[in-house]
């Protein structure tokens, strides 16, 4: 079973950045795909960004294309999020999620459609 912590979440001004960390424990995140999600209050969960199991493909919603980063170290088994010229509407909890482990190879170089394990979820707040 995989648990999922995030990390490094906190109130950022307008244009700052900040880095969300999520630690995986249970088993490793080879043949893992990892997104991450966001909710903000009274708002539909978005996703954000994901990464494939295999290859490093990654996508990007269009509110954060050419801000955010995803990147993940396996041998550390933690997958980042790094996050630059934040905005008043990035405000939202971030969670982690994975689909996995997936050995069939053409699910190697895309984004699951679900996934199945959660985090708890970091709040990140941008505001003046």
């Known amino acids: 079973q995989l648990q999922l912590v995030e990390s490094g979440g906190g109130l950022v001004q307008p244009g700052g950045a900040l880095r969300l960390s999520c630690a995986a424990s249970?088993?490793?995140?080879?043949?893992?795909?990892i997104g991450w999600f966001r909710q903000a209050p009274g708002k539909e969960r978005e996703e954000v960004s994901c990464v494939s199991s295999i290859g490093g493909v990654t996508n990007y919603a269009d509110s954060v294309k050419g801000r955010f980063t995803i990147s993940r170290d396996n041998a550390r088994s933690t997958v980042y999020l790094q996050m630059n010229s934040l905005k008043p509407e990035d405000t939202a909890v971030y969670y982690c999620?994975?689909?996995?482990?997936?050995?069939?190879?053409?699910?190697?170089?895309?984004?699951?459609?679900?996934?199945?394990?959660w985090g708890q979820g970091t709040q990140v707040t941008v505001s003046s």
């Open positions: 999620t994975a689909k996995g482990p997936l050995f069939s190879r053409a699910t190697w170089s895309t984004c699951p459609r679900s996934y199945d394990y």
């Open positions: 249970g088993r490793s995140l080879d043949y893992t795909a």
